[in-house]
């Protein structure tokens, strides 16, 4: 039997429901706008994160190499051992300012929850069908499954 578009195919019970291909096409690009707004706001969020902690570094591997040996501005002040310094100095502090300011950038998308904003492809292939049992499992206000604490001890 061909497929023929607009009409349904059959569905085993408690599998997802297929969508139209015009509204499968809508819903693909709803979800590739979100998804890209996400990565850009991640994109933007590591940009300041990296910016901001890795600030001191990079400035002292700037002016390491702008003024090493060059400019008359820069030799007023400091000789070349001194700029030797700012750039070893530079170095040696950017792994570990690196180190810090990934695990900032880490734990400030945990706290924002950014990777539940992400949205998965079959969202826009397929429609949620919820069955009656799940429904009543979740109007029943007794029945909780699972702790209601925030805290798991081990």
């Not at 599998?15 to 693909?28: H, T, V």
């Not at 079959?122 to 909780?144: D, F, K, T, V």
Request: include cysteine.
């Amino acid at each position: 039997m061909a497929d023929v578009l607009g009409v349904q195919r059959p569905v085993p019970n408690g599998g997802p429901e297929p969508r139209d291909p015009l509204d499968c096409w809508a819903c693909a690009v709803l979800v590739t706008a979100q998804n890209l707004l996400v990565a850009a706001f991640n994109l933007l969020l590591l940009a300041l994160v990296l910016g901001t902690i890795l600030l001191p570094a990079v400035t002292m591997l700037g002016f390491g190499f702008l003024c090493h040996s060059q400019a008359p501005p820069c030799t007023a002040h400091l000789r070349d051992p001194g700029f030797t310094a700012l750039l070893v100095t530079g170095f040696l502090l950017l792994v570990p300012l690196l180190v810090l300011a990934l695990a900032s950038y880490r734990r400030l998308c945990l706290r924002l929850h950014l990777a539940d904003c992400l949205v998965p492809y079959s969202r826009a292939l397929y429609r949620r069908r919820h069955s009656p049992q799940l429904r009543q499992i979740r109007a029943s206000p007794g029945s909780q499954a699972g702790p209601t604490s925030g805290k798991v001890w081990v």
